[in-house]
C-alpha cells in the first residue's frame, strides 16, 4: 500500500496533497496490496487510509508526503498472491450419463473439462487440480467442428489492394472444411450472405447457419442442439424480450437500443425470402424460411456465444460459434481462471493438410486451426469453475444487451452525467484524492467486500474520468481554493445522482424483494427476462448509492481540520524518519 511522510510539512492555508511514495517498491506485494491496483485488496500492506495523515491540528495543506516503507512480506505477500475464489453453491452433475463428454470426443476435441451447474448456472470445471506449474490446456476445439464466417462490413480499400484475400480465403476453406468434416453442405442461399460485402447479410448469415445446423449440420451440431439453451421464455436476451419486459429494465436508452434490434431483425427475416429465391434462380439449395422468433433466436445464440476473432494472414475479424467452448461463463476479472486463444488460421496451416497430420500426431491429437482454452491460474479441484471474459471492458448495460446478465459490482459501470454544461456534467474529480479520501473515511479497505470495492473503482472512475495513473496519484495538490472547487464540484455529481436514483420506480431493497421472491417460484409472471431486468435496474441502484456515499465522504475529508500536522512535524523533523521505517 502506501506509507507516511518521514520529512517536516509546513502549516499554511488548507491544502490537500497526495501520498506518495519516495521510492515505489516494484514488488508484488506493493502492487497487488493496493485496492485500486487490483479491486480486491488482499494483501496486508499498507493503504492510503492507514498512512496518510488524513487529519491535522490545523488547517493546512494536503499535498504529497514522501515517505519510506518497509514492505511487508509472509502471510501478507501469501495473501496478495491467493486468488479469491467464491465459495460456489452446491456443484451438480448436469451431464449424468456422459453424452456431453461423449460429445467432445466425437468432435474431436481434447479436454479436461466437465460440464456441471454451479454458483453461476451451468458451466465448464475441470475434471481435476490443473494448471499449477504451468498454463495448462482445458480444451481445442478444431475449428473444422466451428462455424466461422466473416464479420463486418468489406473494406472497400482492402479489396482494392488486395489485402482481404487471405482473409476470405480462409473463411471459405474453414467453411468447406466444415462441410467435409460434418458431411453436410450449406445452403447456396446462406452461402450468397455470406459471401456479401454487407455487414448485415453476413450476420444474417451466420445466424441462419446456426439454425440449419441445429437441424441438419451433421450428427455433432444437431446433437449439440440439445445443449443450447431453448427459445421457451428460459433463455434470458433482450433480442428475445416483449415490450413489457423490456420496460423492467427502467432504463429508457437501453430498452430502446433493443427495439432498435428487433426493428434489424425484423428486416433481416424479410431477405431470408429473397436469398432463398436468388439460390432457386442459381439452381442451388435454399434454406427453411423460418419465421421470425426463430430468427431471433438464432441472433441471440450468435450474439451470446459467438467469440470474435482474427482469422487469416490478412487478421481481419471472423465471427465463430465453437461449441462445448460457449459453455463457459463470465465473471470479474478478479475471478478470471482461462483465457481463448484461436490458433492456425493462418493460410499455410489451413491449406497444409499434411503439416497439419503431422502436428497433430506429435501433439497427441491437438493441431491444426484450433480454438484453445488454456488456465491462467491453477484450478484447485472439480469445483473450481472455469471462469472466461467475454469483454473485459463491457458496462452492465453491454453486458445485459448482448449476454442476458449483469455482474454485481462491475468496475465498467458507467454513471450517468447530465448534458446541460453544468458543474455535474463537467466536472472532473482528482482521483489520487478521492482514492485517499475513501480510504482515509473507512470506506474502501481490506475488509470491504470484493463487490463493493469494485463499485467505488466505477464511481472514481465516472467522477474522475479514469482512475489516474501511479504518477498522477503521486503528484496531485489542492490548495485552499482547490478544495472548495472540488466539494462544490463533488456535491454537484452527488445532487445529480441523488435525482436519478430518486427517479426510478422502485427502490434497490424492493428489487431485491422481487428478484428472492422469482427465484423462490413465487412471483407469477417472472420469465428470465424480468429477472434478469430486475438484477440489471438494482444494480445501477446500489452503485448510484455506492458513489453518493462517497462523494459524500470526500466532501467530508476536504472540508476537515487538519489535526495532527503539528504531531507529524514533531516527530518526522526535518529530513528525519519515523521509527519503524526502512529505507528502500
Known amino acids: 500500500m502506501f506509507g507516511t511522510d518521514c520529512g517536516p510539512t ?20 506493493s502492487a497487488m496490496a493496493s485496492p485500486w491496483v487490483q479491486g480486491i485488496a488482499a494483501g496486508r500492506g499498507r493503504s492510503l487510509g492507514d498512512t496518510a495523515r488524513a487529519k491535522r491540528r490545523h488547517r493546512s495543506t494536503k499535498r504529497s508526503m514522501h515517505h519510506r516503507i518497509s514492505t511487508q512480506t509472509n502471510a501478507g505477500l501469501l495473501d496478495a498472491l491467493e486468488v479469491k475464489v467464491p465459495k460456489p453453491s452446491t456443484v451438480e452433475n448436469v451431464d449424468e450419463k456422459n453424452e ?4 467432445m470426443e466425437k468432435a474431436g476435441v481434447r479436454h479436461q473439462v466437465r460440464l456441471a451447474s454451479g454458483s453461476r448456472g451451468r458451466g465448464l470445471f475441470p475434471t481435476g487440480p490443473v494448471g499449477w506449474t504451468d498454463s495448462a490446456m482445458l480444451l481445442s476445439v478444431p ?21 482481404n484475400d487471405g482473409y476470405k480465403d480462409t473463411c471459405t476453406i474453414l467453411r468447406r472444411a466444415w462441410q467435409k468434416r460434418n458431411g453436410a453442405k450449406v445452403p447456396e442461399a446462406i452461402v450468397s450472405l455470406l459471401d456479401s460485402d454487407s455487414g448485415d447479410d453476413r450476420e444474417l448469415a451466420l445466424a441462419l447457419w446456426v439454425l440449419w445446423a441445429t437441424e441438419e449440420g451433421g450428427e455433432v451440431w444437431e446433437a449439440y442442439a440439445q445443449w443450447l439453451p431453448k427459445p421457451d421464455g428460459s433463455m434470458p436476451s433482450l433480442l428475445l424480450a416483449d415490450d413489457k419486459e423490456l420496460a423492467q429494465l427502467q432504463d429508457d436508452v437501453l430498452a430502446a437500443e433493443a427495439r432498435q434490434i428487433h426493428e434489424a431483425m425484423a428486416a433481416a427475416h424479410k431477405k ?20 421470425l ?5 438464432g441472433f441471440a445464440l450468435v450474439a451470446s456465444r459467438a467469440v470474435a476473432s482474427p482469422v487469416g494472414d490478412g ?53 491444426g486451426p484450433r480454438v484453445v482454452l488454456e488456465t491462467t491460474r491453477g484450478l484447485q479441484n472439480t469445483d473450481d469453475e472455469i471462469v472466461i471474459q467475454y469483454d473485459p471492458d463491457a458496462a452492465n448495460n453491454e453486458l445485459v444487451l448482448r449476454y442476458g446478465f449483469s455482474l454485481r459490482g462491475n468496475r465498467n459501470e458507467k454513471l450517468p452525467r447530465p448534458d446541460d454544461g453544468s458543474p455535474a456534467a463537467t466536472c472532473v474529480l482528482t482521483a489520487g484524492a ?19 470495492q469494485r463499485r467505488l473503482i466505477s464511481v472514481v472512475a465516472n467522477a474522475c474520468l479514469g482512475l489516474g495513473t501511479p504518477e498522477e496519484d503521486d503528484a496531485w495538490e489542492l490548495d485552499e481554493d482547490a478544495c472548495m472547487k472540488e466539494a462544490m464540484d463533488a456535491s454537484a455529481l452527488r445532487e445529480h445522482w441523488r435525482f436519478v436514483l430518486d427517479s426510478f420506480e422502485t427502490s434497490a431493497v424492493e428489487d431485491d424483494a422481487l428478484l428472492t421472491a422469482a427465484k423462490a417460484g413465487r412471483l407469477p409472471g417472472a420469465t428470465a427476462n424480468i429477472v434478469c431486468a430486475v438484477e440489471y435496474r438494482m444494480e445501477r441502484k446500489i452503485t448510484l448509492a455506492t458513489g453518493i456515499k462517497a462523494l459524500d465522504a ?8 487538519d489535526e495532527e500536522e503539528e504531531e507529524e512535524e514533531e516527530e518526522g523533523g526535518a529530513g528525519g524518519e519515523f521509527p519503524g521505517f526502512e529505507d528502500q
Not at 456431453?100 to 460429445?103: A, G, I, M, P, Y
Not at 431470408?272 to 419465421?291: H, P, Q, W, Y
Not at 482461462?338 to 497427441?364: C, M, W
Open 143 to 163: 475449428l473444422d467442428v466451428c462455424i466461422c464466417a466473416p464479420f463486418g462490413d468489406e473494406d472497400a480499400v482492402a479489396n482494392e489492394l488486395g489485402l
Open 10 to 29: 509546513h502549516r499554511g492555508r488548507h491544502t490537500r496533497r497526495a501520498a506518495v511514495l519516495g521510492c515505489r517498491p516494484n514488488t508484488m506485494a
Open 100 to 103: 456431453f463428454k461423449s460429445l
Open 293 to 297: 422468433d426463430e430468427l431471433k433466436w
Open 272 to 291: 431470408i425470402a429473397l436469398a432463398n429465391a436468388d439460390a432457386v434462380a442459381m439452381k442451388g439449395r435454399t434454406c427453411r424460411e423460418f419465421s
Open 434 to 452: 478521492f482514492k485517499l479520501a475513501l480510504e482515509a473515511k473507512g470506506l474502501m479497505r481490506e475488509m470491504t467486500p470484493p463487490e463493493d
Open 315 to 367: 487478421a481481419s475479424a471472423a465471427a465463430i460459434m465453437v461449441p462445448f467452448f460457449d459453455m463457459a461463463n463470465h465473471d470479474d476479472r478478479g475471478y478470471v481462471s482461462a483465457i481463448k486463444s484461436v490458433r492456425g488460421t493462418e493460410d499455410g496451416d489451413v491449406e497444409n493438410g499434411i503439416r497439419v497430420a503431422v502436428e497433430r500426431a506429435i501433439n497427441q491429437g491437438v493441431g
Open 554 to 561: 470526500y466532501v467530508e475529508w476536504l472540508n476537515e481540520e
